[in-house]
């Protein structure tokens, strides 16, 4: 049994993911879109901490509304006038995205409500099994059974192949 | 005898043909021609060698008299089954012995001859070349131990035969001429090869020896099989004579010779009058022991060979090309021959004209190459002194070309049977031999020998005679030494020739044997012979208008002369209108839209299907994501419902 | 009333459809991104539900989850490094106008 409080704030979280992600996808003008990204990622980071996943949450917080959508602001102050407002769009697009979009609605929609496991509550976390920021970093930098110290290399390779290949794509020739 | 001559024989002109062929072209003209003269003057010194010592040497006479046949060589050169191997050797007996001397005597002169006609020809050295392959290749012929090896050695005389008619390949009549030679002696081939396997199925064995010295066992191996009413043996030997028909240019198979004579004169005179064109009759004779045991075969060769030279010799009469008149009269003398070997099997129930014919035909042969390769040669030195080939241009030449005009004149006496040329006693003979198989026969080819001289000095008194034609240009004069020399020489073997006790050195059964002239028959064909030649004499002496009266006479008949009989209209009519009209186009048509079709019909489908699901490449990603995700949907929607 | 895994699901369901239909039919590249990490982050969002809900005390979802943003955000910022370099070079990001590299 929930408390109110964690029932009502489910509540406000979810409507705002749905309206928020809607939004972002319909709004014509684009520097909106990317506010409204924004807050559906802040939103998600909510959710995180809802499920006890509070480094999760910080990082979803930092990493995506701290830089991604930075990034992003920047690239459409670049690229085009602010208060700009795209064309409307054709009704055949919007046509074929409503359709595959909720053909797959209907199809995810309908697996899980078939699937009776996905009705249970959230089970309680004893004090062992809580994910603090202990077991997080002994486990991104071990090597042993469940721990991921190799991915966690390979991701950083990634980053630094990531940053020289920004820097080269993107440098004025 | 040590087989490096006979080795020697056959290497030199092939060692020629390989030096000219690739070496040619860095060579100069002279010495290309003297080289290949040189050469085939060394091969006519062996080949006399060899055949003298056949013919003089008491070691090739056995205890009973007759001649020895010998193989000198003889290797295995294919070898298919225990039992039956194909051999590459050299024959030696009467017959082949005599076309050594022959091939080698006229092929020489031709040599030589050549060096003057062909002066300056572009293609000089690939000309001698081609004569030592031809050379080479009618050599390896005679000399063949097998009936494969002739075949072999057929083919590569039929080849230089196409590659010496298109001699003057930028010119179009002589590369269809090439052509249609090739392809007309190519059906008879088929004959020829049919017949060989036939014949070699029944009795294991291409050898000639085993099959001749012994042909009632070549008989007894059919064991009597018979196909389509006739005996196999009977089937097999008229199939081989069908080569020999090819080759020869016997009716129906004819229409290929006359339009070799695209080809430069002297190669006419070398192969299509002395050489190739008889290997037919050649063939016929090598097995003769055989075709004596089969009557039919023997009676197809006597009626074919009496039509054709009865047809050969009546347009012969109004051809106005002299080199057609001489191919027509080569295709009239070889069906003498070949009426000769035929009607000699059965000697009529005389003994002592047993095989009378065999030896006439081959006389014939050996005097008809003489003769008809001095009318050749006489005719290439008119040409290259008029360059034309139209007696029309011609016309009292006598007085400007005086050797060309006496060395002529000997040629068509001897082949109009006026004793003592050569040609008088050959045709005796033959005359002879017809009228013991049958007096109508006889009859018959006494009119053929009468119209052979009628057309004979029709040509010489148009030629020589006749009104003068007038040349702006230049006067006519007589050819250069190289040319004349061989014209005299073949004279005077003309006029000898005769003389030859022939019956001495070539009968059917290797027997020495005297001829008697059969005076009767011997004065009614020289009678005959004059008043076709005073006949001629009357018409076309001095220029009178006796041949267009007969001419208008005569419509039809000259129409039909003059149109050689529509042979080749026929053939036309034939190939293009029956075999390509009603056989070929159906086939094209087949080939064209339904086998083509289906393979068109998967490629225009492919293509097609390609042009329609182009659009879906349209460089949109948003659209590829459209329709990777329906297609991801669908599969999940189905495994979905599958799960349920 | 207890919060079940499907509650948490469905809003997660509904920015991947949102996403979707967003990158089907813009035609700004920025905006085609913003779609892509709509889409991302509800594939995110799920790892962790059903870590949280089917394995408690596991942290298979989570970290993959982490390394998904960390991948995401190298992602986005060449994506963007490339939108940038194209504007350059044709001053337009529209994709209908960018179908050059078909052939």
Known sequence: MESVGSIILYVVVAAAIIIFSVLAVTTRKILRAATYLLFTLFSTAVVYFMLDYQFLGAVQIAVYAGGIVVLFVFAILLTSHPGHSSERLASSRVALGLIASLAMLAVAAYSLFTRCTLFNAAPELTPEQAVDMNKIGTAILGTGDGQYLLPFEAISVLLLACIIGGIVVARKR | MSPIIPLLILAIPLTMFLFLGIAGCKLSHKTAGVLGTLGMGTTLVLAYLTAFTYFFDPQFINEAGERIQQVLFDQTWLHLYDNLSINLGFLIDPISAMMLVVITTISFMVHLYSLGYMHGEKGFQRYYAFLSLFSFSMLGLVVATNIFQMYIFWELVGASSYLLIGFFYTKPSAVSASKKAFIVTRFADLGFLMGILVLSYYTGTFDFIRMTSDPTWVLASTGGATFMGCSVLTWALVLIFTGGMGKSAMMPLHIWLPDAMEGPTPVSALIHAATMVVAGVFLVARMFPVYMMEEAATTIVVVIGALTAFYAAIVACTQIDIKRVLAFSTISQIAFMMVSLGVASAGGGQVEHHGLGYMASMFHLFTHAMFKALLFLGAGALIHAVHSNDYTAMGGLRKYMPITHWTFLIGCLAIAGIPPFSGFFSKDEILSACYAWSPFVGVWMTMVAALTAFYMFRLYFLVFHWEEHKCEHHTPHDAPITMSLPLIFLAAVSIVAGFIPFGHFVTWNREAYDIHLDWTIAGSSILIAVLAIAFAWKMYYRKNDLPAKFRKALPNLWDWCLHRFYWDELYIFITHKIIFGLVCRPLAWFDRHIIDGTMDAFASITNRASDAIKPLQSGQVQMYVWVYVIGTLLLGAITVICLI | ?103
Request: glycine share 4%.
């Open chain 3, 1 to 103: 009333m207890e919060l079940k895994a499907i509650f948490y699901l469905i809003p997660s369901l509904i920015m991947f459809c949102c996403g979707l239909y967003g990158f089907i039919t813009r035609k700004n590249m920025i905006a085609m991104l913003i779609s892509l990490e709509l889409m991302l982050n509800a594939v995110d969002m799920n790892f962790v539900i059903f870590n949280r809900f089917l394995f408690p005390g596991q942290m298979e979802g989570m970290m993959f989850t982490l390394f998904a943003i960390a991948i995401a955000a190298a992602e986005t910022a060449l994506a963007i490094a490339i939108i940038i370099n194209v504007f350059r070079w044709v001053k337009n990001i529209d994709v209908r106008e960018l179908n050059k590299m078909k052939f």
